[in-house]
């Protein structure tokens, strides 16, 4: 939970109150969504990263392993995850995620920030067969999108 610098004071003793809470009582009620949400970042991460170990050197150039994860990655950003993002899961609001209430403030920007993310995976996906630095181009985009969201809504670790 990240405490707002503009908390006051009241709300400061009611969260301390909460921290005094059996931990049964802190589980979040959107743990199902938050969960869900997370996984779907992860899906996200494994399969840039098997393109990264490419762009980086670090396994061989491989077309058709390119190729499927960055369908991969194109194909998650076709979900509709509005579900996953219910009000009120915030990490302000509750426990077991990093995402910042800005998050809900801001729900234009989300969706354009999302919407740019599907670009650059389409774009990666129709050229990651095309070998290692066509591949590689358009990493920076791809990163860049991810890199972009979280500077904005993701509580850094
Ligand atoms: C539109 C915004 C947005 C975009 C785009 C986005 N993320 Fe995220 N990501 C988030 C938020 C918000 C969280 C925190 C979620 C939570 O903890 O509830 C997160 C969390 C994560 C996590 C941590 C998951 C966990 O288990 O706690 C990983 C890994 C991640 N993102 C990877 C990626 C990658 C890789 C991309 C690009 C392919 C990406 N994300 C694109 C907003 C975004």
């Not at 910042?100 to 999302?114: F, I, S």
């Not at 290692?132 to 920076?140: F, K, Q, S, T, V």
Request: hydrophobic share 50%; charged share 15%.
């Amino acid at each position: 939970m990240r405490i707002r610098p503009t908390i006051g004071a009241a709300l400061l003793a009611a969260a301390t109150a909460a921290l005094a809470l059996p931990l049964t009582a802190q589980e979040s009620e959107f743990k199902a969504q938050i969960t869900a949400r997370q996984s779907q970042m992860r899906l996200y991460a494994f399969n840039i990263s098997q393109l990264g170990a490419m762009a980086k050197g670090m396994v061989p150039y491989d077309a058709a392993a390119a190729t499927a994860a960055a369908n991969n990655i194109a194909t998650l950003t076709r979900l509709n995850a509005a579900a996953m993002w219910p009000a009120g899961s915030d990490n302000f609001s509750t426990e077991g995620t990093r995402a910042l209430p800005e998050l809900w403030d801001n729900m234009a920007d989300v969706q354009q920030k999302g919407m740019a993310l599907a670009k650059a995976a389409d774009a990666m996906a129709a050229v990651a067969g095309n070998g290692l630095d066509e591949m590689r181009a358009a990493m920076g985009p791809l990163g860049g999108a991810c890199g972009a969201c979280h500077k904005a809504y993701r509580q850094p670790q």
